[in-house]
């Protein structure tokens, strides 16, 4: 296990005959124990073999993103909070969700916002229409997860709500960091 801080280099060989496109990816898990509080990663995909691939952990990923929390003061609207090691203005979006069980029947928020959304996000108040879609007293929550995602072929969160994800080129960089309540 390299220390903190130290450089490690790999070197791989690739095979002839290997298809015209590659990919490339790193995550690194936190957590101690059994237990994950996050997941930071990079994938990079070229058409082409290259030379040489370098990824630098601390200037290639965003920011940690740690210590995601969860309040249910209001089971109606829960919230959930996070800690970013850094701005995370270069990202594209930010995901927020929570999956719940009431009564046996399994339910999820997933809420996306602009990578500088402040913490934490608490749920929307919704309408009596709808208010067999809130979380109820004694709901059993699961996934409750806060992720930002950069990807190279989105010019940042305005262009991704306008448009969507569109059809990524051939040659992509797709970065995330993420924190999960345990």
């Keep these: 296990m390299p220390a903190p801080g130290s450089t490690q280099i790999y070197n791989l060989r690739f095979p002839t005959g290997l298809p015209d496109r590659w990919a490339v990816g790193v995550s690194a898990i936190f957590g101690s124990g059994m237990t994950i509080d996050g997941v930071d990663g990079l994938l990079r995909r070229r058409s082409a073999l290259p030379g040489t691939v370098a990824i630098n952990l601390t200037t290639d990923l965003l920011p940690r993103v740690s210590g995601a929390t969860f309040m249910a003061v209001d089971p109606a609207r829960p919230s959930l909070g996070w800690t970013a090691a850094g701005s995370l203005a270069a990202a594209d979006m930010l995901r927020v969700a929570c999956d719940w069980d009431d009564g046996g029947v399994n339910k999820a928020w997933v809420i996306t916002g602009p990578p ?67």
Excluded: C, H, N, Q
Aim: net charge neutral.
């Design 116 to 182: 500088t959304t402040a913490s934490p996000v608490r749920a929307p108040a919704l309408p009596a229409a709808l208010a067999a879609f809130r979380p109820i007293a004694g709901a059993t929550y699961s996934d409750r997860s806060v992720l930002a995602f950069d990807m190279d072929w989105i010019a940042g969160w305005a262009v991704l709500k306008a448009g969507g994800l569109g059809t990524p080129p051939a040659d992509v960089e797709y970065r995330f960091s993420g924190s999960f309540v345990p």
